[in-house]
């Protein structure tokens, strides 16, 4: 007989979100995507001054700041034809990257690796055999039996009392998870040092942005960054060493902790290579512009369909064409009024809500869709776009890490089997990697044009009398974002934004198609329907990101358990 779960709210997650799942014979035959929450900013900004918007808009969230704000000034650019100087460009590009590498740190270690981690296996493990296989797989300086022996300590501490704080409502003990006590040890002893790196990411965002979250350097035309070598309180030589020192710190832990982490992992978990897969449509933007007119970019962008790698579009630019004409949202199944589809610079976003009703209406996000069909979004999609392009960057950390989980698992690994739950995290990891030399590279790129006397960083920005569109992207670390603007007399039209959440969490369209998360837990094998963590491991490897209780039925709507997880 089938079962229906909810979820709500999802655990270790940023935002409200609820996820409902029908089980037959331990397997998800059906799922629900629902966002729990409506902001109602893009109508708070019409008649606004646009060089306004991104100080609005980075307060779309608290952890995802700085991505709304860049896309903001640049759908203002655009519309405005506004060119941005090099330093500038390659100011916001630092920002951008040292945010990206914070969030992925932060996403695997802290949101996502206790779904397959078992803490409480930890005080059963030796730290000197931990030692032993740490050096067999990085040369990181910190995997010592003293670190490991202190990280075992304050688990077996936390036992010990009794109170178990953020470990209370785990699911410990589960068969789906199946690490030896030592890798627990591991990994468990590197949540402890993510904290410390994380950080130093934050700082680079903190010295170049002024504070963080919500940045306060952005302009549109620009940065407010002064910059003068003598100068204590401006970007001087002082600041963009310190800068490279920080990135340092983060890239070495990148390269040896993070990504080998992620890499050992999959190869401990194979089986969920064949797991999560679902839509297989990809879509991500350029970004990390190389000049001031936008026109070459570090990170390629494109889609793909089907999964069918050898026939990826590319885009040529970041607001390209095809891109711009293509995006509509979808409001079938969404707590809002309208009908037909609408492409975002005629979006409404006027609310209805009605109850959740899994037949009609059930979620406040909308459903993107690009040339009707719905997009998966994020590090998968980047690194799918950028391989199948032969994207050398690309290639190169692809490769270096299937390498690394064949060495690992000795087990076999295509670019296919990236289609699924351990594929997203590997490609997180991945990306993350990519963006760690970009940060060297991009920081070397304006320390050299400074050095050239260019200590210019903004262009002012003229208004027409007349109507303009315009499109600002990024691809953040959930994946492609784009702010849609009209402006009129100077002042905001119409405004939407069509972020990573809305193209993964999207619920079902006109056509009934499911969204990414929805149809990426079809198929999902349970072990414990009543402990579904097999659901969780799923979302979480797109990385939406809170703490939560869930509530299992039957159809009927009779209670069989009430859980609480993590």
Not at 194 to 222: D, F, M
């Amino acid at each position: 007989m089938s079962k229906r779960i909810t979820i709500d709210p999802i655990t270790r997650i940023e935002g409200h979100l609820r996820i409902d799942v029908e089980v037959d014979d331990n397997a998800v035959s059906n799922a629900w995507a629902s966002c729990t929450m409506w902001r109602g900013i893009e109508k708070i900004l019409r008649g606004r001054d646009p060089r306004d918007a991104w100080l609005f808009t980075q307060r779309f969230c608290g952890v995802c700041t700085t991505v709304h704000a860049m896309a903001s000034v640049r759908a203002v650019e655009d519309a405005l034809q506004l060119e941005v100087p090099l330093n500038a460009q390659l100011i916001r590009n630092l920002i951008l990257i040292a945010h990206a590498l914070h969030d992925h740190i932060v996403h695997f270690y802290q949101l996502s690796a206790l779904d397959w981690v078992d803490v409480m296996q930890i005080p059963n493990a030796d730290p000197e055999r931990t030692e032993k296989l740490a050096e067999s797989l990085s040369p990181w300086t910190r995997n010592s039996r003293n670190e490991f022996k202190a990280a075992q300590d304050r688990v077996k501490a936390v036992a010990a009392s009794g109170q178990l704080g953020i470990f209370m409502n785990g699911y410990w003990g589960h068969p789906a998870m199946h690490l030896s006590p030592d890798v627990n040890l591991l990994a468990f002893s590197h949540y402890i040092q993510a904290l410390e790196y994380q950080r130093k990411a934050l700082q680079v965002v903190g010295i170049l942005g002024s504070k963080t979250p919500h940045i306060q350097n952005l302009t549109v035309g620009g940065v407010a960054n002064a910059i003068d070598l003598d100068s204590a309180t401006a970007l001087n030589a002082d600041k963009l060493e310190h800068i490279r020192e920080l990135l340092s710190d983060v890239v070495r832990f990148i390269n040896e902790v993070y990504v080998v982490d992620v890499c050992a992992v999959a190869a401990m978990y194979p089986e969920w290579f064949k797991i999560g897969g679902g839509v297989k449509n990809y879509l991500a933007v350029p970004d990390l512009p190389l000049d001031s007119a936008g026109s070459s970019y570090d990170l390629p962008g494109g889609y793909i369909l089907n999964g069918d790698l050898a026939g990826t579009r590319p885009f040529k630019t970041a607001s390209d064409k095809m891109f711009r004409d293509s995006v509509t949202e979808d409001v079938t199944h969404a707590y809002y009024e309208g009908g037909k589809p609408l492409h975002p610079w005629k979006g409404e976003t006027e609310p209805e809500f009605t109850g959740w009703n899994g037949d009609k209406k059930y979620s406040w996000v909308k459903a993107p869709r690009f040339n009707g069909q719905p997009m998966q979004v994020g590090p998968l999609a980047q690194v799918l776009v950028g391989f199948a392009q032969g994207h050398p960057l690309t290639v190169k950390h692809a490769t270096a890490a299937i390498q690394k989980i064949q060495a690992v698992g000795g087990i076999k690994v295509t670019p296919d089997m990236l289609h699924s739950t351990l594929g997203r995290h590997g490609a997180r990891a991945i990306r993350a990697s990519m963006l760690a030399e970009l940060a060297q590279k991009h920081l070397q790129l304006l320390t050299d044009n400074i050095a050239k006397g260019d200590y210019t960083v903004f262009n002012q920005p003229e208004f027409p009398n007349h109507e303009v569109e315009g499109v600002g992207t990024h691809e953040a670390p959930r994946g492609t974002l784009s702010h849609w603007i009209v402006i009129e007399d100077a002042k905001i039209k119409n405004y939407q934004a069509v972020v990573p959440s809305t193209w993964n969490a999207s619920p079902r369209d006109l056509s009934g198609a499911h969204g990414p998360y929805e149809a990426s837990l079809l198929h999902t094998p349970l072990a414990r329907p009543e402990e579904p963590l097999e659901v969780l491991r799923t979302v979480h490897s797109f990385d939406p990101c809170m703490a939560c209780a869930c509530h299992t039925f039957d159809p009927t709507g009779r209670e069989i358990a009430k859980v609480k997880v993590l």
